[in-house]
């Protein structure tokens, strides 16, 4: 049951509808209401009364205001509530009461709020029925099942589960009972509420509290057929809302059937004309229901029917004016036919009534005029099972009611798409299209292709009103555990490709749109369709495996997975289900919903036949039991004819015109500035306000005009501006087959290939080309690839003026001049080749290799005349984009190469300088440090394209011309296991896998919405080292639906503080939210809560911070550290651990043969979890507060929130079943979020739900740490390196947080895999202006390792060594080869040491030395393409002290068993391998266990899940759990005849057993000294190949070596490998933070921040465990894998180096440098020193 936009309920197939009145009536003068004496009286009698204007519904008949009575505490005798009402009526005769009789007790909270849950009874009459209706009340005790007298703090009246009874006519006391026992039998309500519209002899039917809810309980399944007309569909008037937003709200009903209004073969009954509704019911609405509409049966009926056709065309009434009123909406009529019934007979027996049967339809019931009063009644109530009744917020006086949008919908932004399971699983991150989290399947029918096409879309981008006519599905319609699981479904699960699961209903859905459009794609095909979707956890490479076994080249013997999909897609195909889009299958899996609005007769003019529509409440959670039929969608979509729509809501218009004509009329009609026109709308995933500030939004992808295609042979292709460049690349291609071999075509392919490289599948999907175009025109420094390549190609644009309906053509270039007011694209025309000399070529560069936007993109196109001494022929042309605000043709190079000779050796060099000098020096916009890059690589795709026209190339300059083509990529993985200990250390997928990929896994966000939760944003500063001199929320409270900004003022004086570290200063106390001052940009000043999410988060962008004192931040470490910024260490618990001192450094320096000194830095990187921060308070009866929050750390969530309330820690539960993914990032920064939310909960006593959107998450959340290592390294001339000098300063931002215990793992881990018999190491925490960053993945621990590799390779160079034979004579040694035992200079003894068989092992199978050998050869035989590859080894320490966790383990008597533990699964498997473990102790099938949520009440105190530790940790836990059992259960086993584990329990739990125990990890230091358990150690080989004119880097092969030990689950363990060195990769290529100087981050989303993709991995990835490596100090002999492989990924920037070792060497730079991290495209080719000059030929 979830909130709509209004307050009310929407239940399990619920459609809420609202009768409005059709125009304001005036109001009697107050005189009528002698309110003096009323306060006494209802003193006396203990009665509460508040006022209610009339404003709120509106007047009835004369009344300006109706009043509430509130009869507190128990009812007594009905004549105590007669003589109350007596005196009442004695009072105020003639006044309109609204009476609430609480049969348990009532509570009116401090601020006027009903507090009420269960057991209640709403009673809306009036005075002159109080009387018969206190009589029925003797009736009430045995209709309404009452349990208890409870009581929920909720701020409006919540009706669980009830029955209204809609009387128009005054009943008699016989009928009352007779109804209301009846609707108990038939029914089984457990309680009802009646309505009685009787006033003086007139019907009210207009007030707003007459709203009627359509529900389908009263019918069977197999009969429900709800069809829910157009315009109940589309009518929620949510214009601007995204299908991401309201798709997610909708109620997907298992078999909605919208517009199509079939009745089962029944004939349909046509259409409703407005004229007989205005004859009988509308008149009778407006002046009044009286003798004109008598109340016999057949009246009644009549009186129904209008009702519920009033409520189908709500919109009906809007423009009521003067007597005189427009239908705008046609309904359709249907008549139900039942079986007849004796109601009487039925009711006396007490038997449940025969259900309805015949033709089922929700909406625009007919009840026929034959039916007798009481059939007709029932009828009706099979339709009306539910209703909110005068729903209103009660407060104090008008002011605090609330206000109500009239037809607005729900639009909490992450509310989850629904469909046949009812869970909300279509997730949602960045709302920009970038990461692929919400992707789903839209169907739709394409008239001009004459087919159905199935899209994988992005829906957080997708308006609502713009998925008419089409059909939705999502990852619930693809299998469940109930009816079975999709084959993909089945395949990501088992082929380990979902860790956190965030992403994977994502993934589903876009392997499943590609296969229903080809159910046999190529592994490449696979490979290219993932662009769009983000995994931060598994590295792609099970997913890919996962995804290539439905591929139609899929090689058993060559993957990992040797299951293959495509088989079990086929057996389903056999079976029914439409797994593929297989032309065998018969019944889709997936349930679809279908939407659409009316439609109308197309042969009539359209400007007559606009149908005004909104989006209405529609159906949230449906039963799963009933599936669409295929031809049923497939008749639809093929079908329906799109219609012109209108829609209204939020002050925004929506419009669908379906001709050009009539868009032509709305935009002279509309100004420009307050419409926009879209088909995907998915530039708001760029430029989000472009999505509100509009008043009118016009949809034209449905105008025939715009998307119609030609092929002219002499003009060329004609493409309609509504075309999506999906299908832009359809056209062309299929040009392109159709003309063959003809050279028109003959460059076409590089179009095509670039269009591929535009945003993602999912985009590309719904973008239209003309959008592109358009963003260029509208918005400055837009890096249009459509316009780039097709400026190129001497496309023109066709260009219709809405005023004079005159066309002109214009080219690309003169677009940009033109004024586009009054003025739309029609279409473009891409001419053919002049010649089958002419060549294009178009080049991109981009921060990642896809679905990245270009840093700089060019289209070149050229005629040399190879026959004619290869002269350039006329008509070059050169475009260049991100070099100024908009693409630039290079017009005086063009002009330069006229009739040149390409071989003529000035050619190119002149050119290049023309180039250079005279095209390219507009003043160029870029970010910060990039202008230069962009000028050099334009450069250098002149030169490649310049290239491709030189005759007999020098073969070292061919790669440099040919286009680059990566190869599909692949994967291998080797491991051992114990048999023995099975199922533990056995290869098995998560067990929880299966639900994630399924979409049935819950995460925090997914938690039931709660009736009255508010919804929060936080408001942020925007300066970063100030004082707040006053904060203005003014401007936000006007918004509607606002409710309130908490602040620091609501929290007591001395509790705000969500500090966790102990001994800190005050005045570095980090705070909840900022009172006094401000010290970092995003700092939380305060929460802006809301009716609705979206309105939270708009209204805390309208926080207005003025600020005094306003100080110059400290942004860097390097100006902290000149600065000495430092954070203060006066205590214990925030001083750094060391400083760390062996042997005597200064005399080892002076015995050194070389001493080197400098400094190395490394910047941050943001955590990139899918699930964002979020949590949900939810405050309980006696002062309780349970908390549902995304953290690592529950514990500590819920003593802070305890302390920021100041209540007892017991009164607070924090936990969950899952998060989305953390890193680190949800350890200790969760707290903060949280403890807000509760501080708001608490003053509201209202649950909270605080989800916070990506860029806020960005911009106010924690990184990576920034390190620098200043170091001076003594060293011999045999590469022992004598002595090792190390200060390390550590960027902690704004507070402490975890900037201690960083800088503590990073001085105990600076050794890496060395020993240093002089060693000095120390650290100091610095202090910025810039959000407390906080721990990710191997904190410390990564730039350590990083740094100390860099002295050794630094070492090295100076001796000209190979850095390799450096590392090797500096290892620490080991002791099994009988060397002596060496300690670290944290004093660790180094007594297991795996690490020189690691090395000597992955160097054989790696094939190293072949290897580079074959890297030398390549480099000499290429100029501008560079490889390196790298070897690099890791020693990392895991310390289990401090590793407390509540280990729990219930056996319950039929043998099953429950394991509670305090870690948190966060994707590492923790779950998994705890039942592992104990299935293995205990020797039980692992079926028979499940692991249950983590919450503080079941796993108390625990630590945090982090440092790679939880795992083993909790599984040591469940180990002591059995060895108890095992010991309680011996005795008996020795016994029983039954002597299987069930026969025993069996036993156990009658004699009285206690089968539950459990176990306290509280690990002590090491027997063999120091703070490590064990270390890990790994090591791996890089390779890669480096673009020297651009910087675009390929990572060739990758080989992992990683000792774990003897795995407890091997898939899992390289799962946390591969995933951890993925993101090692993006810290290094990919991921850039970039700040303004105000502090403010800006690469704020994933248009700017950018982790790797699909074709960011190793094109050859391989990674082996170490086998035979039982590690005795280990659970089970197992280790580690969370953290330490993603060191390893330091072997990627080490092979990138030496890469550009090769390319300098080419200029004869062999000098020392050091690249910048991270290594971006603009770093690498930089640091290559690439200039024109060396351009040769």
Request: proline fraction near 4%; glycine fraction near 8%.
């Given at each position: 049951?979830?909130?709509?936009?209004?307050?009310?309920?929407v239940?399990?197939?619920?459609?809420?509808?609202?009768?409005?009145?059709?125009?304001?009536?005036?109001?009697?003068?107050?005189?009528?209401?002698?309110?003096?004496?009323?306060?006494?009286?209802?003193?006396?009698?203990?009665?509460?009364?508040?006022?209610?204007?009339?404003?709120?519904?509106?007047?009835?008949?004369?009344?300006?205001?109706?009043?509430?009575?509130?009869?507190?505490?128990?009812?007594?005798?009905?004549?105590?509530?007669?003589?109350?009402?007596?005196?009442?009526?004695?009072?105020?005769?003639?006044?309109?009461?609204e009476?609430?009789?609480?049969?348990?007790?009532?509570?009116?909270?401090?601020?006027?709020?009903?507090?009420?849950?269960?057991?209640?009874?709403i009673?809306?009459?009036?005075?002159?029925?109080?009387?018969?209706?206190?009589?029925?009340?003797g009736?009430?005790?045995?209709?309404?099942?009452?349990?208890?007298?409870?009581?929920?703090?909720?701020?409006?009246?919540?009706?669980?589960?009830?029955?209204?009874?809609?009387f128009?006519?005054?009943?008699?006391?016989?009928?009352?009972?007779?109804?209301?026992?009846?609707?108990?039998?038939?029914?089984?309500?457990?309680?009802?509420?009646?309505?009685?519209?009787?006033?003086?002899?007139?019907?009210?039917?207009?007030?707003?509290?007459?709203?009627?809810r359509?529900?389908?309980?009263?019918?069977?399944?197999?009969?429900?057929?709800?069809?829910?007309?157009?315009?109940?569909?589309?009518?929620?008037?949510?214009?601007?809302?995204?299908?991401?937003?309201?798709?997610?709200?909708?109620?997907?009903?298992?078999?909605?059937?919208?517009?199509?209004?079939?009745?089962?073969?029944?004939?349909?009954?046509?259409?409703?004309?407005?004229?007989?509704?205005?004859?009988?019911?509308?008149?009778?609405?407006?002046?009044?229901?009286?003798?004109?509409?008598?109340?016999?049966?057949?009246?009644?009926?009549?009186?129904?029917?209008?009702?519920?056709?009033?409520?189908?065309?709500?919109d009906?009434?809007?423009?009521f004016?003067?007597?005189?009123?427009?239908?705008?909406?046609?309904?359709?009529?249907?008549?139900?036919?039942?079986?007849?019934?004796?109601?009487l007979?039925s009711?006396?027996?007490?038997?449940?009534?025969?259900?309805?049967?015949?033709?089922?339809?929700?909406?625009?019931?007919?009840?026929?005029?034959?039916?007798?009063?009481?059939?007709?009644?029932?009828?009706?109530?099979?339709q009306?099972?539910?209703a909110?009744?005068?729903?209103?917020?009660?407060?104090?006086?008008?002011?605090?009611?609330?206000?109500?949008?009239?037809?607005?919908?729900?639009?909490?932004?992450h509310?989850?798409?629904s469909?046949?399971?009812?869970?909300?699983?279509v997730?949602?991150?960045?709302?920009?299209?970038?990461?692929?989290?919400?992707?789903v399947?839209?169907?739709?029918?394409?008239?001009?292709?004459?087919?159905?096409?199935?899209?994988?879309?992005?829906?957080?981008?997708?308006p609502?009103?713009?998925?008419?006519?089409?059909?939705?599905?999502?990852?619930?319609?693809?299998?469940?555990?109930?009816?079975?699981?999709?084959?993909?479904?089945?395949?990501?699960?088992?082929?380990?490709?979902?860790?956190?699961?965030?992403?994977?209903?994502?993934?589903?859905?876009?392997?499943?749109?590609?296969?229903?459009?080809?159910?046999?794609?190529?592994?490449?095909?696979?490979?290219?369709?993932?662009?769009?979707?983000?995994?931060?956890?598994?590295?792609?490479?099970?997913?890919?495996?996962?995804?290539?076994?439905?591929?139609s080249?899929?090689d058993?013997?060559?993957?990992?997975?040797?299951?293959?999909?495509?088989?079990?897609?086929?057996?389903?195909?056999?079976?029914?289900?439409?797994?593929?889009?297989?032309?065998?299958?018969?019944?889709?899996?997936?349930s679809?919903?279908?939407?659409?609005?009316?439609?109308?007769?197309?042969?009539?003019?359209?400007?007559?036949?606009?149908?005004?529509?909104?989006?209405?409440?529609?159906?949230?959670?449906?039963?799963?039991?009933?599936?669409?039929?295929?031809?049923?969608?497939?008749t639809?979509?093929?079908?329906?004819?799109?219609?012109?729509?209108?829609?209204?809501?939020?002050?925004?218009?929506?419009?669908?015109?379906?001709?050009?004509?009539?868009?032509?009329?709305?935009m002279?009609?509309?100004?420009?500035?307050?419409?926009?026109?879209?088909?995907?709308?998915?530039?708001?995933?760029?430029?989000?306000?472009?999505?509100?500030t509009?008043?009118?939004?016009?949809?034209?992808?449905?105008?025939?005009?715009?998307?119609?295609?030609?092929?002219?042979?002499?003009?060329?292709?004609t493409?309609?501006?509504?075309?999506?460049?999906?299908?832009?690349?359809?056209?062309?291609?299929?040009?392109?087959?159709?003309?063959?071999?003809?050279?028109?075509?003959?460059?076409?392919?590089?179009?095509?290939?670039?269009?591929?490289?535009?945003?993602?599948?999912?985009?590309?999907?719904?973008a239209?080309?003309?959008?592109?175009?358009?963003?260029?025109?509208?918005?400055?420094?837009?890096?249009?690839?459509?316009?780039?390549?097709?400026?190129?190609?001497?496309?023109?644009?066709?260009?219709?003026?809405?005023?004079?309906?005159?066309?002109?053509?214009?080219?690309?270039?003169?677009?940009?001049?033109?004024?586009?007011?009054?003025?739309?694209?029609?279409?473009?025309?891409?001419?053919?080749?002049?010649?089958?000399?002419?060549v294009?070529?178009?080049?991109?560069?981009?921060?990642?290799?896809?679905?990245?936007?270009?840093?700089?993109?060019?289209?070149?196109?050229?005629?040399?005349?190879?026959?004619?001494?290869?002269?350039?022929?006329?008509?070059?042309?050169?475009?260049?984009?991100?070099?100024?605000?908009?693409?630039?043709?290079?017009?005086?190079?063009?002009?330069?190469?006229?009739?040149?000779?390409?071989?003529?050796?000035?050619?190119?060099?002149?050119?290049?300088?023309?180039?250079?000098?005279?095209d390219?020096?507009?003043?160029?916009?870029?970010?910060?440090?990039?202008?230069?890059?962009?000028?050099?690589?334009?450069?250098?795709?002149?030169?490649?394209?310049f290239?491709?026209?030189?005759?007999?190339?020098?073969?070292?300059?061919?790669?440099?011309?040919?286009?680059?083509?990566?190869?599909?990529?692949?994967?291998?993985?080797?491991?051992?296991?114990?048999?023995?200990?099975?199922?533990?250390?056995?290869?098995?997928?998560?067990?929880?896998g299966?639900?994630?990929?399924?979409?049935?896994?819950?995460?925090?966000?997914?938690?039931?919405?709660?009736?009255?939760?508010?919804?929060?944003?936080?408001?942020?500063?925007?300066?970063?080292?100030?004082?707040?001199?006053?904060?203005?929320?003014?401007?936000?409270?006007?918004?509607?639906?606002?409710?309130?900004?908490?602040?620091?003022?609501?929290?007591?004086?001395?509790?705000?503080?969500?500090?966790?570290?102990?001994?800190?200063?005050?005045?570095?106390?980090?705070?909840?939210?900022?009172?006094?001052?401000?010290?970092?940009?995003?700092?939380?000043?305060?929460?802006?809560?809301?009716?609705?999410?979206?309105?939270?988060?708009?209204?805390?962008?309208?926080?207005?911070?003025?600020?005094?004192?306003?100080?110059?931040?400290?942004?860097?470490?390097?100006?902290?550290?000149?600065?000495?910024?430092?954070?203060?260490?006066?205590?214990?618990?925030?001083?750094?651990?060391?400083?760390?001192?062996?042997?005597?450094?200064?005399?080892?320096?002076?015995?050194?043969?070389?001493?080197?000194?400098?400094?190395?830095?490394?910047?941050?990187?943001?955590?990139?979890?899918?699930?964002?921060?979020?949590?949900?308070?939810?405050?309980?009866?006696?002062?309780?507060?349970?908390?549902?929050?995304?953290?690592?750390?529950?514990?500590?969530?819920?003593?802070?929130?305890?302390?920021?309330?100041?209540?007892?820690i017991?009164?607070v539960?924090?936990?969950?079943?899952?998060?989305?993914?953390?890193?680190?990032?949800?350890i200790?920064?969760?707290?903060?979020?949280?403890?807000?939310?509760?501080?708001?909960?608490?003053?509201?006593?209202?649950?909270?739900?605080?989800?916070?959107?990506?860029?806020?998450?960005?911009?106010?959340?924690?990184?990576?740490?920034?390190?620098?290592?200043?170091?001076?390294?003594?060293?011999?001339?045999?590469?022992?390196?004598?002595?090792?000098?190390?200060?390390?300063?550590?960027?902690?931002?704004?507070?402490?947080?975890?900037?201690?215990?960083?800088?503590?793992?990073?001085?105990?881990?600076?050794?890496?895999?060395?020993?240093?018999?002089?060693?000095?190491?120390?650290?100091?925490?610095?202090?910025?202006?810039?959000?407390?960053?906080?721990?990710?993945?191997?904190?410390?621990?990564?730039?350590?390792i990083?740094?100390?590799?860099?002295?050794?390779?630094?070492?090295a160079?100076?001796?000209?060594?190979?850095?390799?034979?450096?590392?090797?004579?500096?290892?620490?040694?080991?002791?099994?080869?009988g060397?002596?035992?060496?300690?670290?200079?944290?004093?660790?003894?180094?007594?297991y040491?795996?690490?020189?068989?690691?090395?000597?092992?992955?160097?054989?199978?790696?094939?190293?030395?072949?290897?580079?050998?074959?890297?030398?050869?390549?480099?000499?035989?290429?100029?501008?393409?560079?490889?390196g590859?790298?070897?690099?080894?890791?020693?990392?320490?895991?310390e289990?002290?401090?590793?407390?966790?509540?280990?729990?383990?219930?056996?319950?008597?039929?043998?099953?068993i429950?394991?509670?533990?305090?870690?948190?699964?966060?994707?590492?498997?923790?779950?998994?391998?705890?039942?592992?473990?104990?299935?293995?102790?205990?020797?039980?099938?692992?079926?028979?266990?499940?692991?249950?949520?983590?919450?503080?009440?079941?796993?108390?105190?625990?630590?945090?899940?982090?440092?790679?530790?939880?795992?083993?940790?909790?599984?040591?836990?469940?180990?002591?759990?059995?060895?108890?059992?095992?010991?309680?259960?011996?005795?008996?086993?020795?016994?029983?005849?039954?002597?299987?584990?069930?026969?025993?329990?069996?036993?156990?739990?009658?004699?009285?057993?206690?089968?539950?125990?459990?176990?306290?990890?509280?690990?002590?230091?090491?027997?063999?000294?120091?703070?490590?358990?064990?270390?890990?150690?790994g090591?791996?080989?890089?390779?890669?190949e480096?673009?020297?004119?651009?910087?675009?880097?390929q990572?060739?092969?990758?080989?992992?070596?990683?000792?774990?030990?003897?795995?407890?689950?091997?898939?899992?363990?390289?799962?946390?490998?591969?995933?951890?060195?993925?993101?090692?990769?993006?810290?290094f290529?990919?991921?850039?933070?970039?700040?303004?100087?105000?502090?403010?981050?800006?690469?704020?989303?994933?248009?700017?921040?950018k982790?790797?993709?699909?074709?960011?991995?190793?094109?050859?990835?391989?990674?082996?465990?170490?086998?035979?490596?039982?590690?005795?100090?280990?659970?089970?002999?197992?280790?580690?894998?969370?953290?330490?492989?993603?060191?390893?990924?330091?072997?990627?920037?080490?092979?990138?180096?030496?890469?550009?070792?090769?390319?300098?060497?080419?200029?004869?730079?062999?000098?020392?440098?050091?690249?910048?991290?991270?290594?971006?495209?603009?770093?690498?080719?930089?640091?290559?020193?690439?200039?024109?000059?060396?351009?040769?030929?």
């Open positions: 049951m979830v909130e709509d936009d209004r307050g009310g309920l239940e399990r197939g619920v459609v809420s509808f609202e009768l409005r009145e059709g125009r304001e009536r005036k109001a009697e003068p107050s005189a009528i209401f002698p309110l003096e004496g009323l306060e006494e009286v209802l003193k006396e009698e203990r009665v509460v009364l508040v006022e209610r204007g009339g404003t709120d519904g509106g007047p009835v008949d004369g009344l300006e205001r109706s009043i509430f009575i509130l009869l507190g505490g128990r009812l007594g005798s009905l004549e105590e509530v007669g003589d109350i009402r007596a005196k009442l009526c004695s009072k105020v005769p003639h006044l309109l009461l009476v609430l009789f609480f049969l348990g007790f009532a509570l009116v909270e401090d601020d006027g709020l009903i507090v009420v849950e269960e057991d209640i009874i009673v809306l009459a009036l005075i002159e029925l109080l009387h018969a209706l206190l009589e029925v009340l009736c009430l005790d045995k209709v309404l099942k009452l349990s208890k007298d409870t009581l929920d703090r909720r701020s409006r009246v919540v009706l669980q589960k009830h029955l209204v009874l809609v128009p006519f005054e009943l008699s006391d016989f009928l009352l009972r007779a109804f209301l026992s009846v609707a108990h039998v038939f029914f089984q309500v457990e309680r009802v509420v009646w309505v009685v519209l009787v006033h003086q002899g007139r019907v009210d039917v207009g007030q707003k509290v007459t709203r009627i359509f529900v389908d309980k009263a019918v069977d399944e197999e009969l429900l057929r709800l069809s829910v007309l157009q315009s109940a569909v589309l009518r929620r008037k949510r214009d601007g809302q995204t299908l991401g937003e309201t798709l997610k709200h909708i109620l997907l009903c298992k078999v909605l059937d919208v517009g199509v209004h079939r009745v089962s073969g029944k004939t349909k009954i046509g259409l409703i004309k407005g004229s007989e509704i205005k004859e009988k019911f509308l008149h009778a609405v407006v002046e009044g229901l009286g003798s004109e509409v008598a109340f016999d049966q057949t009246g009644l009926a009549t009186f129904f029917e209008q009702v519920l056709l009033l409520a189908l065309e709500r009906g009434l809007e423009t004016e003067e007597g005189t009123f427009e239908m705008t909406s046609k309904v359709e009529k249907v008549a139900l036919k039942t079986e007849t019934f004796d109601v007979d009711f006396r027996r007490e038997e449940k009534l025969t259900r309805l049967k015949g033709s089922k339809c929700l909406l625009g019931v007919l009840l026929g005029e034959s039916l007798s009063l009481f059939r007709g009644l029932l009828l009706l109530l099979g009306l099972l539910c909110q009744v005068a729903h209103r917020r009660i407060g104090q006086g008008p002011a605090r009611q609330t206000r109500h949008h009239q037809g607005a919908v729900a639009c909490r932004k509310h989850r798409l469909c046949v399971l009812g869970r909300p699983r997730l949602s991150l960045c709302d920009g299209g970038g990461c692929g989290c919400c992707t399947t839209l169907s739709y029918f394409d008239q001009v292709e004459n087919k159905q096409m199935d899209v994988a879309i992005n829906s957080c981008l997708r609502l009103c713009s998925i008419d006519g089409m059909a939705v599905t999502t990852i619930e319609g693809l299998g469940n555990h109930i009816e079975g699981y999709h084959p993909i479904q089945q395949q990501l699960a088992d082929n380990n490709g979902t860790q956190c699961g965030f992403c994977s209903p994502g993934m589903v859905m876009n392997m499943y749109s590609l296969l229903q459009n080809n159910p046999n794609p190529t592994t490449k095909e696979i490979e290219d369709h993932f662009d769009g979707n983000i995994c931060r956890c598994t590295g792609y490479r099970p997913i890919l495996d996962a995804m290539n076994t439905f591929a080249d899929f058993k013997t060559k993957s990992p997975c040797k299951k293959s999909g495509k088989e079990a897609c086929e057996k389903l195909c056999k079976k029914g289900g439409a797994a593929c889009g297989s032309k065998n299958a018969k019944e889709p899996k997936a679809v919903v279908v939407i659409h609005g009316n439609s109308k007769d197309n042969k009539k003019k359209e400007e007559e036949v606009v149908d005004e529509i909104a989006i209405e409440d529609i159906i949230r959670k449906p039963k799963p039991s009933v599936r669409r039929k295929e031809e049923e969608v497939k639809f979509l093929r079908t329906y004819k799109a219609g012109s729509l209108k829609s209204q809501a939020y002050g925004k218009l929506w419009y669908h015109p379906i001709s050009l004509g009539a868009l032509y009329q709305l002279n009609q509309v100004p420009s500035a307050e419409r926009r026109l879209l088909v995907g709308n998915t530039s708001t995933g760029i430029y989000k306000k472009d999505g509100f509009p008043r009118v939004l016009v949809d034209i992808r449905d105008i025939q005009e715009l998307n119609q295609y030609s092929v002219d042979q002499t003009k060329g292709v493409v309609g501006s509504a075309i999506t460049i999906s299908k832009l690349i359809g056209i062309l291609e299929q040009v392109q087959k159709n003309m063959g071999t003809s050279y028109k075509v003959i460059w076409y392919q590089a179009l095509i290939d670039h269009l591929f490289k535009v945003a993602n599948f999912q985009v590309r999907n719904s239209c080309w003309a959008g592109n175009v358009m963003l260029v025109h509208n918005h400055t420094n837009f890096p249009s690839d459509v316009f780039t390549i097709m400026m190129g190609a001497n496309a023109t644009l066709l260009l219709g003026n809405s005023t004079t309906n005159a066309t002109k053509t214009v080219s690309f270039s003169a677009f940009l001049s033109e004024d586009m007011s009054n003025q739309i694209i029609l279409s473009m025309t891409i001419p053919f080749a002049s010649s089958a000399f002419e294009l070529k178009t080049f991109k560069i981009a921060l990642r290799h896809e679905n990245s936007h270009a840093l700089v993109n060019a289209a070149l196109k050229m005629t040399v005349m190879s026959s004619n001494n290869q002269i350039v022929a006329p008509g070059p042309i050169l475009v260049f984009g991100g070099i100024d605000s908009h693409p630039i043709r290079a017009t005086n190079t063009e002009a330069f190469l006229l009739n040149r000779i390409i071989t003529d050796s000035s050619t190119l060099p002149t050119a290049l300088n023309v180039l250079v000098n005279q390219l020096q507009p003043v160029i916009v870029s970010e910060p440090g990039k202008t230069q890059y962009r000028l050099s690589v334009a450069s250098s795709f002149f030169y490649k394209f290239l491709g026209f030189v005759p007999n190339l020098p073969a070292n300059l061919v790669s440099a011309a040919a286009t680059y083509e990566r190869p599909v990529s692949s994967g291998s993985q080797s491991y051992d296991t114990n048999p023995i200990e099975y199922p533990a250390s056995q290869y098995m997928p998560k067990l929880d299966i639900y994630q990929t399924s979409g049935e896994a819950q995460y925090v966000d997914d938690s039931d919405h709660i009736e009255g939760t508010l919804y929060a944003a936080m408001g942020l500063s925007t300066n970063a080292n100030a004082s707040i001199a006053a904060i203005d929320v003014s401007e936000a409270m006007k918004i509607e639906g606002v409710i309130d900004f908490v602040s620091a003022n609501d929290i007591k004086p001395g509790c705000n503080s969500c500090e966790t570290n102990v001994g800190v200063p005050s005045s570095l106390t980090e705070v909840i939210f900022a009172a006094d001052q401000v010290v970092y940009v995003g700092q939380p000043v305060g929460l802006i809560l809301a009716e609705k999410q979206s309105i939270a988060e708009h209204a805390a962008k309208l926080v207005n911070i003025t600020y005094k004192n306003i100080q110059t931040p400290v942004l860097t470490l390097q100006d902290a550290i000149q600065q000495k910024s430092f954070f203060p260490a006066t205590s214990p618990g925030i001083t750094p651990a060391g400083p760390f001192v062996v042997g005597d450094v200064t005399s080892a320096f002076a015995e050194s043969d070389f001493v080197v000194s400098d400094q190395i830095y490394v910047g941050p990187q943001y955590h990139f979890h899918m699930e964002t921060q979020q949590c949900i308070v939810v405050p309980e009866a006696n002062g309780k507060f349970n908390v549902r929050s995304s953290t690592q750390w529950p514990a500590t969530v819920q003593t802070v929130i305890a302390r920021v309330l100041d209540i007892p017991n009164q539960t924090v936990g969950q079943k899952r998060i989305g993914g953390a890193y680190g990032a949800k200790s920064r969760a707290t903060p979020v949280a403890a807000a939310a509760a501080v708001a909960a608490n003053k509201h006593q209202r649950p909270i739900r605080l989800i916070m959107d990506l860029n806020t998450n960005m911009e106010s959340q924690s990184k990576r740490h920034p390190f620098v290592c200043q170091f001076k390294v003594g060293f011999m001339k045999s590469g022992v390196i004598n002595a090792l000098e190390l200060v390390y300063y550590d960027d902690g931002g704004a507070f402490y947080d975890s900037v201690v215990g960083t800088m503590d793992m990073a001085l105990t881990t600076a050794d890496n895999a060395y020993y240093f018999a002089n060693y000095s190491a120390s650290g100091i925490c610095c202090r910025t202006n810039l959000p407390p960053n906080t721990s990710m993945r191997a904190p410390g621990c990564f730039p350590s990083y740094f100390v590799e860099k002295i050794v390779e630094r070492c160079f100076e001796l000209q060594m190979d850095p390799n034979d450096v590392r090797q004579i500096n290892f620490y040694n080991d002791p099994s080869q060397l002596p035992i060496q300690k670290t200079p944290y004093g660790t003894p180094i007594i040491n795996s690490l020189p068989a690691v090395w000597s092992q992955i160097q054989q199978t790696s094939d190293y030395a072949s290897r580079l050998q074959a890297v030398q050869v390549f480099n000499q035989q290429n100029r501008w393409r560079k490889r590859i790298s070897l690099v080894p890791i020693k990392y320490g895991i289990w002290i401090g590793g407390t966790y509540s280990v729990s383990v219930n056996v319950y008597p039929d043998g099953t429950l394991i509670s533990h305090g870690g948190t699964e966060v994707g590492q498997g923790i779950n998994t391998k705890v039942a592992q473990v104990l299935a293995y102790e205990l020797g039980v099938d692992i079926s028979l266990i499940t692991v249950g949520s983590n919450d503080t009440q079941k796993a108390a105190n625990s630590l945090c899940t982090g440092g790679s530790i939880t795992s083993e940790l909790c599984a040591k836990g469940v180990i002591d759990c059995a060895v108890q059992l095992k010991k309680r259960l011996e005795p008996l086993k020795a016994v029983v005849a039954d002597k299987t584990w069930t026969g025993v329990v069996a036993v156990a739990a009658a004699s009285g057993v206690d089968l539950q125990a459990h176990a306290w990890t509280y690990p002590v230091p090491p027997i063999t000294g120091g703070g490590f358990q064990y270390n890990t150690y090591t791996s080989v890089a390779e890669v480096l673009d020297v004119l651009t910087g675009e880097i990572i060739v092969r990758c080989d992992i070596l990683y000792d774990c030990g003897q795995s407890l689950n091997p898939a899992i363990d390289i799962g946390q490998a591969v995933g951890g060195f993925l993101t090692g990769v993006g810290y290529l990919t991921e850039e933070l970039v700040y303004d100087k105000t502090g403010k981050l800006t690469s704020n989303g994933t248009w700017e921040y982790p790797p993709s699909v074709k960011d991995i190793p094109i050859d990835l391989r990674i082996d465990l170490l086998k035979n490596a039982s590690c005795p100090l280990g659970v089970l002999g197992s280790k580690a894998s969370g953290e330490p492989p993603l060191c390893l990924s330091v072997s990627i920037y080490f092979a990138a180096t030496y890469a550009i070792y090769a390319a300098r060497a080419e200029i004869d730079n062999t000098s020392f440098f050091s690249l910048a991290q991270p290594c971006t495209v603009d770093q690498l080719q930089q640091t290559c020193l690439v200039d024109p000059s060396q351009f040769t030929i």
